[in-house]
Each structure stands twice: as C-alpha cells, then as structure tokens.
C-alpha cells in the first residue's frame, strides 16, 4: 500500500445533521464535483465542529475508500484531519474547486480500486508546520498546499 493508491480530492460539505445512533458523530452531505454530485459521509468531528463552522467548507476527502455503515448509516468515503491534545481538526483547500486532485509532486494516484480503511492506515501523512506531509513532500491541489484548518502539532498522524 503506498500513496499512490489514495484518491484525494476537494469536497465541499453542503448539509450537516446529527447522527440518530451516535453522539459523537455528523452525517455530512458533500459535493464532490460533476461526475458523482454529492456523497454521504459519517464523520466523528461534533465535538470539535459545530454546524454552523462545517456548512461550506472545503474538506479533503479519501474517494476512494469502501463504503462502511457506522451505526446503522452508511458512509461513502472519508474525511482527513488530525487529532491534536483531543481536538479534532480537518485539512482544508479554501482556494481549490469541488473536486479538485488532491497529490504530491512525483506521486499522484495510479490506481483508483477501492481501498480499506486498514489500507489507509499504513499510508502515513503527517503534520509539519500546519501542512500535511508524505515522505517529507507536501499534499497540495493544482492551486495550493493543503493546511490544517487550525495551527496544530508537528508530526501527527492524519486519519
């Protein structure tokens, strides 16, 4: 499993409901660009996200990861972010578009097949300096550099 495997891409999340079996968790409603509009995606960030502060904001979103149902709903992908002393915090893309590639220079994706959430766990992106790092090169979109969406901890893993 190395990087290569990883669809990232820009998401803009539209909708934001409470889970009915969950207290921790959002279901979030994401547009993802013109092939596939919008997905669901059950995320544990309520305790670090309100509502308010998610509707609009760009996400990074692995595409590309098998659908799971967490508490009864079912999940199309996943967002990134990392935990920092407790808090959640996610990576964010403010000046790329819905559905923009999310790489590393010399490392987009070869091959797009549905991946494990244990598959993504062995990938090892990290925080350095509010950026997201693989081997030392930065995640970015054709536009930007992707960043925390809060100063955070060097060296924390991004889940």
Known sequence: MHFGNLNLIVGEIKAV???PN???????????GKLVREIQ?????????????????KIIIVRNLEPVII??????GMLL???DSGKIILLTAKKSKVGDKVFID?????????????????????TQEDHIVFEGKILKTEKEEIFTDKKVSDGLKVE
């Open 17 to 19: 409901q409470d889970h």
């Open 71 to 76: 508490r009864g709903v079912e999940s199309n």
């Open 41 to 57: 995606l059950v995320a544990g960030i309520k305790q670090s996200y309100n509502k308010n502060e998610l509707l609009n904001k």
């Open 106 to 126: 010399d490392m987009k994706p070869e091959v797009l097949e549905k991946i494990s959430f244990g598959d993504f766990k062995k990938i090892h992106l990290l």
């Open 81 to 83: 972010a990392v935990s």
């Open 22 to 32: 969950a207290d921790k968790l959002y279901i979030l409603l994401v547009n993802i």
